[in-house]
């Protein structure tokens, strides 16, 4: 993917620029460009594939209006999610004087033709369209007889499963331009993952797309984060911070509906005046408040992020979250609904430490482990084809993940489901079953919502913060007119004392073998604040390590253990070594060890040996394996690394280590190369340690 040019310098001065600022001039009346524009329009007019990465508000539409209205030789076609959006937006072109039109399933057949006839004669300039529109062979036969000389696709993230607002939809549009007649092609996003945008681009098969991240910096927007314990701080801060603002605009958004509700209470009890508006309310209530409030007749609205596409008001002072969202993603896209006319305004984050809990809940519902949807799998052959009820299948009561499982096997024509009944329809399908997709998506999931963990976190510059997120290359370090900037709060992360910073290497050294081991960049693996949180709590076990900041379940089977045994063997005092193997091989039994770690014991007194089988019997990575057959040697409860590790290896290890107790094993695999395998290594550390 071709680097996003850097905000710099203005675009040389060009005759198709200098028409195209008339046009925003007359008929827009805007003075001038906003960050982006320029260089958007201008390469939309020289007929290339771009791709515009602007915040919300940034004034994308202006990107393919204007070169709408200078192209003409033929019509804009432009496909937007929103029928609401759609119509706003024709309202507004039409109020300006600018022919547009909109094609989708509001539309009578009557005023389709008329709108189609018109667009042919070429009195419309602006067609405004439904993604489901290509589907109707009418329509296209009808287009195809039009000339079609641009094609702009705004939310055009939609297109990305990776992105926080797919929409089938939008999954076919790549296939649209050869129909017709090839236009060029202008995407509009407000979306910074750089995944999505890749997947954009790849979608819609943009050529040799020119790609602008541009005006991604609010300079008007003042971020700060609220760190609290509980919610009664939350909901404190919250009621002074509105009374404050007055009679002025202000968004309140919660992580949940049950979340907007109590809120709303709150608020309303305290003398607040404010309304809810969540998905869950009628449809006429959501219209008649989204309404007042943007005629001002309502100035706080208390929100799940069912609101805000669409919302134009450009007078929000404060857009303030009582839960930590998602991704960054989604914090810049609602905060952004603040200040849109450019004028000072708030954007606050509260911020628990336990609020990454609800955001994983959400994540484990939505995406659950690979391994999951395999075992509900194999329980549904187990029974044979016969209907049962979900509750059969499930681990737990309310089992976070299990209609996320069942509805990737459906899709994947492997199951079927009634109501709650379900079903295998297939017994042989196991391998059809994509765990790599699945995982990705959880694995991608998880690291974007460590992003935003950083982000409540820092105590450095988080306009900064924002805009390295964002692929903004050009900003200062800190802006001056954020929360850490403002209280001139530590200018550096939170001060660490030498043994952290010395265990912290310690495991930067681990990530990078296993990141070198998995082929992939060390940040997959953990994120610094990750390793950084995780040298200052010092997790002895699971449940330690679960609570690490960025440790999920995912993560915690992947690398928990060998970043475990790195603590362990690097970071603890002797004597507390000493206790913790005397006492462990009580356990030598297997009476105390997890299940999961008893499983991998049987298979060893079962007479496997090998890693990597016993990897493949347990669908687990063999570090995985390597980390459990370390714990059991540890304990006690597998006596020597026969069979499993050859001498001569346990021999040149030792030599490698100058007779030492092995500390880091990144170390001696950089030493060691091929040699050894990072197994190796782990049950050789084990060993080596309990002798
Ligand atoms: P986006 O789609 O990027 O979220 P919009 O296209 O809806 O943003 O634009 C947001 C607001 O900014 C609109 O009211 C629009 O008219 C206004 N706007 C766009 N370009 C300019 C400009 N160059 N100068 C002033 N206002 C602009
Ligand atoms: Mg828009």
Redesign the pocket.
């Known amino acids: 993917m071709p680097t996003p040019s850097a905000p710099v310098a203005e675009p040389q001065p060009s005759p198709a620029l200098d028409a195209a600022r008339k046009v925003?001039r007359d008929v827009?009346g805007?003075?001038?460009?906003?960050p982006g524009?320029a260089e958007v329009i201008s390469a939309v007019l020289a007929r290339r594939d771009t791709l515009a990465v602007?915040?919300?508000?940034?004034?994308?539409?202006?990107c393919y209006q204007v070169p709408a209205l200078l192209r003409e030789d033929g019509l804009t076609l432009v496909v937007s999610p929103l029928l609401a959006l759609m119509k706003d937006q024709v309202d507004a072109m039409r109020a300006m004087g600018v022919p547009a039109a909109a094609i989708n399933s509001t539309v009578s057949v009557e005023e389709q033709r008329q709108v189609l006839a018109a667009a042919g004669e070429g009195t419309i300039r602006l067609l405004y369209v439904a993604p489901e529109r290509f589907g109707a062979g009418g329509f296209m036969a009808a287009l195809r007889s039009l000339r079609v000389s641009l094609l702009a696709i705004?939310e055009a993230h939609c297109i990305s499963q990776w992105g926080h607002d797919f929409r089938p939809s939008y999954r076919d549009l790549g296939a649209v331009r050869d129909r017709i007649g090839s236009p060029p092609i202008v995407a509009?996003t407000?979306t910074a993952d750089p995944r999505v945008r890749e997947d954009i681009v790849q979608r819609l098969g943009l050529k040799q797309p020119e790609i602008h991240v541009a005006g991604v910096d609010r300079p008007n927007l003042r971020f700060e984060v609220v760190r609290v314990s509980t919610l009664k701080e939350k909901f404190e801060g919250i009621s002074a911070q509105l009374r404050a603002l007055k009679d002025e605009s202000a968004i309140v958004y919660c992580g949940t509906r049950k979340r907007v509700e109590e809120v709303t209470d709150s608020l309303q009890r305290a003398g607040i005046k404010c309304a809810r508006y969540h998905a869950g309310m009628e449809d006429s209530d959501r219209k008649r408040i989204q309404d007042a409030f943007a005629r001002d007749k309502l100035r706080v609205i208390v929100a799940t992020n069912a609101f805000g596409m669409g919302i134009?008001k450009?007078d929000v002072r404060a857009v303030i979250h009582h839960d930590m969202p998602d991704s960054l993603e989604s914090y810049y896209q609602e905060a952004g609904r603040a200040g849109?006319d450019g004028d000072p305004a708030t954007c606050t984050l509260y911020y628990a430490g336990r609020d990454r809990g609800l955001r994983e809940f959400f994540i484990e519902m939505a995406h659950p482990e690979a391994s999951r949807v395999v075992e509900v799998y194999q329980q549904l052959v187990s029974f044979g084809g016969n209907r049962v009820h979900v509750r059969e299948v499930m681990r737990e009561n309310d089992e976070p993940g299990i209609n996320a499982a069942i509805q990737s096997l459906v899709e994947s024509g492997l199951a079927a489901r009634a109501g709650y009944s379900v079903w295998a329809t297939r017994f042989d399908g196991e391998a059809d079953i994509d765990t790599a997709s699945l995982e990705a998506h959880r694995e991608h999931s998880f690291h974007k919502l460590d992003a935003m963990e950083n982000y409540a976190r820092s105590r450095t510059c988080l306009r900064a913060r924002i805009l390295d997120y964002f692929g903004d290359a050009v900003h200062e370090p800190a802006c001056g007119n954020c929360g850490p900037c403002i209280s001139g709060g530590e200018t550096h992360e939170e001060a660490t004392t030498a043994a952290e910073d010395s265990l912290f290497r310690e495991l930067r050294e681990a990530r990078k073998a296993l990141a070198d081991r998995d082929g992939v960049p060390p940040f997959v693996v953990f994120s610094d604040a990750t390793l950084r949180d995780m040298a200052k709590k010092r997790p002895r076990n699971r449940m330690e390590m679960l609570s690490v900041s960025g440790v999920g379940q995912v993560k915690f089977e992947r690398y928990g253990e060998a970043f475990l045994s790195v603590m362990r063997a690097a970071t603890a005092p002797l004597p507390e070594r000493k206790t913790l193997y005397s006492r462990t091989t009580k356990t030598a039994d297997g009476s105390k060890l997890t299940p999961s770690l008893r499983e991998t014991l049987s298979l060893y007194e079962d007479g496997i040996r090998d890693v990597r089988t016993m990897a493949r019997a347990r669908a687990l990575s063999p570090s995985t394996i390597a980390n459990h057959l370390g714990q059991l040697l540890m304990y006690g409860a597998i006596p020597d690394l026969d069979g499993m590790v050859e001498p001569e290896k346990v021999a040149l290890v030792q030599r490698a280590a100058n007779g030492q107790p092995i500390g880091s094993i990144g170390a001696l695999k950089q030493q060691l190369g091929e040699q050894v395998t990072y197994e190796d290594l782990h049950l050789i550390r084990a060993w080596l340690a309990r002798k």
């Open positions: 925003l827009f805007y003075g001038e460009f906003r524009q602007m915040p919300t508000g940034g004034g994308k539409s202006v705004d509009l407000a134009d450009p849109r």
